[in-house]
């Protein structure tokens, strides 16, 4: 008669399969949650980075007519056309690249009130990153006749 060592240790191909379904299950949510926390920290640094670029255009026109060289609304439509943007369904614009990402950037002009004094000129940027939200600041520029 054939005796049968039923005290073996080990698992069973049922338990196995079961163990690699769980780990799969497992590794699949965790890397579905890794890929959403990567693809909304692009879409935030994109942002960030639109912010910036958006900060950084009005920086360089408060300080340009600061130190004289944007005196009236048509100096600052030369100084924003001698910053390589293009008017283009009334308001202005020009592509950004940083670190392989576009931005589109535009200025859009407004003269909000004017006078024999001078005038109040809003002055609105849109960036819109690649694949991010557009971003919008603005601020207002009095320039004195």
């Known amino acids: 008669m054939i005796k049968i060592n039923k005290s073996k240790k080990g698992f069973t191909l049922v338990e196995v399969i079961i163990a690699m379904v769980l780990i799969m299950g497992t590794v699949a949510i965790f890397s579905t949650v890794a890929y959403s926390s990567i693809k909304v920290g692009n ?12 900060q950084n255009y009005l920086e360089v026109i408060k300080s340009n007519k600061e130190s004289g060289s944007i005196k009236d609304f048509a100096t600052l ?12 369904e009334g308001r202005y614009f020009k592509t950004h690249i940083k670190d392989n990402i576009k931005y589109d950037v535009y200025i859009r ?5 004017s006078s024999e004094v001078g005038e ?5 940027m849109e960036v819109k990153p690649q ?15």
């Open 109 to 113: 002009l407004t003269i909000t009130e």
């Open 43 to 54: 879409s935030n640094k994109q942002s960030l980075e639109g912010s910036i670029i958006a």
């Open 77 to 88: 439509e030369s100084f924003i056309k001698t910053s390589d943007f293009t008017l283009t």
């Open 131 to 145: 694949d991010g939200k557009l971003i919008k600041m603005g601020t207002k520029l009095y320039l004195v006749n």
């Open 120 to 124: 109040l000129i809003d002055i609105i």
